[in-house]
C-alpha cells in the first residue's frame, strides 16, 4: 500500500540553524499539508499546498516558515532560524484530488532545538 | 468548520464493541464528518468519514443522527491495537483538518 514518508526521523538542531524536512507524498496526491505536535499538546495545521502554491497557512507558519515541491515526488519543509519553540514533532500529509479527500499522514520528524 | 466535541477519554474491554460519541450540533449541511486517529505519536489515521447516512467500512462503523447533531463511531471488536487517540472532525471539502484534543481510548486486556 502507498505510503507518505519523512526523513530525517529525528533532527537535533542549534537555536538559530536553518533546518529542512522532507516529505515524499504519494505518488498520485495532489494536495499537501504539514501539521505539527508539540509534546502533549494538540495536532496544529500549518499550511496547505496545491498546483505548486500555498493554499491556506496558520498564524504559525511565520516568515521563518516556507515550503516547496523541489521536484515531482519531494515536498519540503524549511525553518529558516529554529528557536527553542519550534521543537515539536512535524507531519506531512497528502491527499489526492477526489472525494473524500482523506489525508494520508507520514510517520513524522521529531525536531528537537537546543 | 463546525466545532465538535468528544469526552477526553474512555475505557473498553479487548473484544468488546467501543462506541466513541461526538457532538456537533453547528454543522452545516455540506459538512462531512471524519474521524481519524493517532496512535502513541504516530502520525494520524484516517478511519472513515460521512454525510448523513451510516457508513461502514473494514475498520469501523459511523452512526449520525437524523438531525446530524452527533454520531457515533463504532469499533466493532476492540484489540489492544486500538488503543489511541480519536478524532471527531467536521469539514466540507478538502483542505486543513482542525484536531482537538480527541477522546483517548484505552483497550484492556
Redesign the interface.
Known sequence: EPEVTQTPSHQVTQMGQEVILRCVPISNHLYFYWYRQILGQKVEFLVSFYNNEISEKSEIFDDQFSVERPDGSNFTLKIRSTKLEDSAMYFCASSGDNFPYEQYFGPGTRLTVT | DAKTTQPPSMDCAEGRAANLPCNHSTISGNE?V?WYR?IH??????II?GLKNNETNEMASLIITEDRKSSTLILPHATLRDTAVYYCIALD?????????GTQVVVTP
Not at chain 2, 93 to 101: M, N, Y
Open positions: 462531512y471524519y493517532q505519536s504516530q502520525g494520524p489515521q484516517y468519514h471539502s478538502w483542505g486543513k483538518l482542525q484536531f482537538g484534543a
